[in-house]
């Protein structure tokens, strides 16, 4: 039995710092992609400046409304997530048929230079999606549960002597990490957020240059 449970203590180890891992760089990865894309936002916002009217203040209109609805993507919870996502949708549409109609006359190296950076600002969103739909597979837990109770029991088993403190202590721990990754891997809600002061910082700058 104190084989068996050394060896099922090493595995759930294994279990939980490869996950901890995979759960941590998934949290760089969404990180990384809203800096970008409030980037690639607020250059589409600048650019903007180049079209003709009425295009020019409709699109920044547009852009306004779209950062409100980055911040509400991981602010809101997952049963949410996918009305903000299809709002975001609708935007990028009405967002391209003002580039299309600016571009059918005029075919200039700023109209192009806008459409490349509308492009990119689009590609993001489907990015982040992904990013936000990429979470830990439900195997995964059900395996890292399930091992993680066997070795508990085995480990009370094998006790000769019980005190309440020696005999909790190891659960708590390995309930503390577990906790710790489903923090990590769900970016909408948990005491782990992401970092939005990006996204806030554009809609500030926005908001000034509107009421200027």
């Avoid at 294994?14 to 759960?23: E, H, P, V, W, Y």
């Avoid at 000769?160 to 909408?188: E, K, N, Q, Y």
């Amino acid at each position: 039995m104190g084989t068996i449970r050394d060896g099922l203590f090493i595995l759930v180890s294994f279990l939980l710092g490869f996950t901890l891992t995979l759960a941590g760089s998934r949290f760089g990865e969404r990180r990384s992609l809203l800096v970008e894309e409030a980037v690639s936002i607020g250059t589409t916002y600048l650019r903007a400046d180049t079209l003709p009217q009425p295009y020019r203040d409709h699109s920044k209109r547009l852009l306004g409304d779209y950062v409100d609805e980055r911040l509400k993507l991981d602010e809101i919870g997952a049963d949410l997530f996918h009305d903000a996502a299809s709002r975001s949708r609708e935007i990028h549409k009405e967002l391209w048929l003002d580039a299309a109609a600016v571009a059918k006359d005029d075919r200039s190296a700023l109209t192009a230079v806008y459409l490349n950076s509308l492009n990119e600002t689009i590609d993001l969103d489907e990015k982040r999606v992904a990013a936000f739909e990429n979470r830990i597979p439900p195997p995964i837990w059900i395996l890292i549960i399930s091992i993680s109770c066997i070795a508990v029991f085995t480990r009370g088993s094998t006790l000769t002597a019980r005190f309440w403190l020696t005999t909790i202590l190891v659960p708590i721990t390995i309930a503390i990490v577990v906790a710790l990754i489903a923090d990590l891997d769900t970016p909408s809600r948990g005491l782990i957020r992401l970092d939005q002061r990006a996204m806030q910082r554009l809609k500030a700058d926005m908001a000034a240059e509107t009421e200027r």
